[in-house]
Nanobody
């Protein structure tokens, strides 16, 4: 079975940084487009960023553009989300999601990344 797992969550003050990682067991991340989503208390889940299996086409939503960076680490077999200049409104449970891609496409589509989901990791930004 294929399982995706997030790590790296925690608590930081506004303006701080965290780095999340999405790993997989039972498969290789190189066959999947990977996305990060988040859900704040009382709010709907929203997309944050995604990256194609080639790793050359990251996509960011406006809420995080310029502050978050998604990247593939082929040595560790993870997809990482570097989060800088964190704000209280970034507080949420962060999930990674994956979509198997038979072909290495030059883009990712955040809205269709739902073949597999991790269980989430909590990120809290508070002073």
């Amino acid at each position: 079975q294929v399982h995706f797992v997030e790590s790296g969550g925690g608590s930081v003050q506004p303006g701080g940084s965290l780095r999340l990682s999405c790993g997989v067991s039972g498969s290789s991340l190189s066959s999947y487009d990977i996305g990060w989503f988040r859900q704040a208390p009382g709010k709907a889940r929203e997309g944050v960023a995604c990256i194609n299996r080639r790793g050359d086409a990251p996509y960011y939503t406006d809420a995080v553009k310029g502050r978050f960076t998604i990247s593939r680490n082929n040595v560790k077999n993870t997809v990482d989300l570097q989060m800088n200049d964190l704000r209280p409104e970034d507080t949420a449970i962060y999930y990674c999601a994956a979509e198997f891609q038979a072909d290495a496409l030059p883009y990712c589509i955040l809205e269709t990344l739902d073949d597999y989901w991790g269980r989430g990791t909590q990120v809290t930004v508070s002073s």
